[in-house]
């Protein structure tokens, strides 16, 4: 049996490439944690295995393969605060998404991206899914940290709608023929 010996550089290397999100249970209820920079968010009504199960659906529902799980977790936390007062969304979170692991064999959170395609599609019908679809989305949009990683510069009806700010601003959309754009009228 050969016996590697992990000197700290080499720990330290492993330890801040991995990317998995780990959940820890404390006294005042469940943190999300990560060693990717170094994140967590504390979350009262989700349990450890939720936490998981609901973070893989919110990255397997809104995929953006740059934006670091941190993300996520914080529109996971965002809905978790907003479960504490409402009874319903607290039973959609804790009851019903039991049903994702329930749809398969498996643990929904370890399941390769296909996989939960199909046991999201096979319950996209249900309160369950139609619910907490639409507040992962509010909460995980309207997170303000991620804006700029899209290039968006937020409202611009304060400063006088979007023509005079960022109406051309989106490089990642090309420039358009001169025919399929005229110029804006100014007034």
């Known amino acids: 049996m050969k016996i590697t010996i992990l000197d700290r550089r080499r720990f330290m290397a492993q330890a801040t490439t991995a990317s998995a999100a780990v959940v820890v249970g404390t006294s005042g209820g469940v943190t999300l944690m990560s060693s990717e920079a170094a994140w967590a968010v504390p979350l009262k009504t989700v349990d450890e295995a939720g936490a998981k199960r609901l973070l893989a659906m919110i990255r397997t529902l809104y995929p953006h393969d740059r934006l670091s799980d941190a993300y996520y977790a914080e529109a996971l ?33 370890d399941l390769p991206e296909a996989d939960r395609i199909a046991v999201l599609k096979s319950i996209e019908d249900t309160p369950f899914f139609k619910r907490v679809a639409n507040e992962m989305l509010v909460a995980f949009y309207n997170n303000k940290k991620i804006w700029p990683e899209f290039e968006y510069q937020g409202s611009s009806f304060e400063y006088g709608g979007y023509l005079k700010r960022g109406f051309q601003d989106a490089a990642w959309t090309g420039d358009p023929p001169p025919e399929a754009s005229p110029p804006p009228y100014l007034g």
Do not use: P, S, Y
């Open 77 to 109: 936390a965002g809905i978790d605060a907003k479960a504490a007062g409402d009874k319903q969304l607290k039973t959609l979170l804790t009851v019903d998404a039991r049903k994702l692991d329930e749809a398969t064999t498996r643990n929904f959170a």
